[in-house]
């Protein structure tokens, strides 16, 4: 039985990136054949990608290019070695219009695939707008990436995944708005694809360790001089070193040692042996629970939701900062014999839904 995946496994960010090999690999333990069908949102390549970053003032080329072109090729280059995606590309909405039927079951998932913000609204194919009709259509752990769908975009999403079988979401805020706004009750709560494997799948898979003694890992995507600020302070407090995993050329300026733009595995190496991941990033704070790192977790101003949903879920709302004179975290550490049954279990859950949906094709309880 074969399953093709559509998300955003083009957008230059290492969570997406590792999401979306997660997904591969879930998916590959019931189904025979997974593969991404290779949309790419305009504003993640090319031209348009370089004119999200200087926003109409040319003098930031010259800054932005050089980490656009290595983007290119570190990430494109993970892409091509472990995730299998279609030969034919998909850049318009005109390119769905001739979509040929390549699966069995269709799945849209996971990330932020629904987020009406991030994606500058409704792209339909990320709701399988273009699966045939005799085909079936999940969602694995998809995300709204906010508490509340606007008023406007009710009508057509809904349209969409009325025609859905199942359907499952990555946050509880998700469920709210499938019940709520959109009217729709069968639909679960299941984990991020990082945190359905685990840890153990991702040790076997990261590179050697590269850093000697401790450290507090930085990994921060919305620049804030309160941010470097209270890391600065947190390293004093602490004794430890700073590192700062630099995901663009420019922020090698920034406090911590820098690590510019390592390969994509690098990223699980660097969690596991931090002794504290301080980020503002939902995936590093997963990544952290998950590989038992304790996180210091500081909320973005948008789409904050997903990462205070993940703490309540495992019980550990305390590693939020509420403002940058919290220094008190450092003793508020975390029960991970608790957190780590509260993964195993949810990990369940994700196994529980890939099975009933393979059944219900004809399947059985996996490959």
């Known amino acids: 039985m074969k399953a093709a995946v559509i998300t955003l496994h083009s957008v230059c960010n290492y969570g997406t990136q590792l999401q979306a090999y997660a997904t591969q690999e879930k998916l590959k333990q019931y189904f025979d054949d997974v593969v991404f069908i290779d949309y790419r949102r305009p504003d993640t390549y090319g031209i348009k990608l370089l004119q999200t970053f200087i926003k109409g ?48 079951v269709y799945f ?17 194919p990320l709701y399988l707008s273009f699966v045939p009709d005799n085909k079936p259509r999940y969602s694995y752990s998809s995300s709204f990436g906010k508490g509340k769908l606007e008023e406007k975009d009710i009508e057509e999403i809904k349209k969409y995944l009325d025609k859905f079988k199942r359907i499952s979401v990555r946050e509880e805020s998700g469920l709210d708005i499938l019940n709520n706004q959109l009217g729709i009750k069968d639909a679960i709560n299941i984990i991020d694809p990082t945190l359905a494997m685990p840890p153990e799948f991702w040790r076997n898979i990261a590179p050697k360790r590269k850093i000697k003694g401790d450290y507090i890992l930085i990994y921060n995507l919305n620049r804030s001089k309160e941010f470097d600020e209270y890391a600065e302070e947190l390293s004093k407090r ?35 042996n931090a002794k ?21 977790c500081i909320y973005p101003k948008n789409y904050s939701g997903r990462l205070a949903n993940f703490l309540k879920l495992v019980g550990e709302t305390q590693r939020h900062i509420e403002n940058f004179e919290d ?31 393979v059944i219900e094709n004809g399947g059985n309880n996996g490959k």
């Open 327 to 357: 220094f008190d975290v450092i003793d508020r550490h975390m029960d991970f014999g608790k957190v780590n049954k509260i993964l195993e279990n949810e990990r369940k859950k994700v196994d529980d839904f890939l099975k009933k949906i």
């Open 238 to 272: 602490t004794g430890l070193k700073l590192y700062r995993f630099c995901t663009r050329f420019d922020q090698i300026f920034r406090n911590g040692k820098s690590i510019v733009m390592p390969e994509i595995l690098d990223f699980i190496t660097l969690v596991d």
């Open 57 to 104: 003032n040319i003098l930031k080329i010259p800054a932005i290019l050089p980490t656009l072109l290595y983007w290119k090729h570190n990430f494109g280059g993970f892409q091509k070695k472990y995730l299998n995606i279609t030969s034919k590309k998909y850049l318009s909405m005109e390119d769905f219009e001739k979509f040929e039927d390549i699966a069995d």
């Open 276 to 296: 504290i991941v301080l980020t503002d990033s939902f995936h590093a704070t997963a990544f952290s629970v998950n590989l038992n790192t304790e996180p210091i």
């Open 108 to 124: 849209s998932g996971s990330d932020q695939v629904w987020n009406t913000g991030w994606n500058n609204g409704i792209i339909p």
